[in-house]
């Protein structure tokens, strides 16, 4: 016997919610669940505990806040010296270089 598409597409759907709730009257499916609950709130918590603990600050451990000034000013320096390299060199706009006396034609 041949069963529409329908039926057995509704047939197939009664098949796995009754295995569901057989799961869920045995427990099996919420002792997983439940464990992999609790296993996700152990990790987040040990995350939190040591970020508590060690600080996500971003200075570095005995440095003033001149000091970490200083050190912000001169990586924007930095940044912005290779940037204007980078934008020279993409544009030719540096000098050529006097490596040698003779004109090369």
């Known amino acids: 016997m041949h069963l529409p ?18 799961f869920l009257r045995k427990g099996v499916l919420m002792k997983s669940v439940s464990s992999f609950i609790c296993k996700t709130l152990l990790a987040v918590l040990f995350c939190a505990l040591i970020f508590t603990l060690t600080g996500c600050s971003t200075q570095q451990p005995g440095e003033t806040s001149f000091e970490g000034d200083i050190r912000h000013k001169r990586n924007l320096r930095l940044n912005n010296q290779e940037m204007m390299a980078d934008i020279d060199s993409v544009l030719l706009l540096k000098e050529p270089s006097k490596l040698t006396d003779k004109r090369i034609p």
């Open 5 to 22: 598409a329908a039926a057995a597409d509704a047939k197939g759907q009664n098949l796995i919610l009754s295995v569901i709730v057989l």
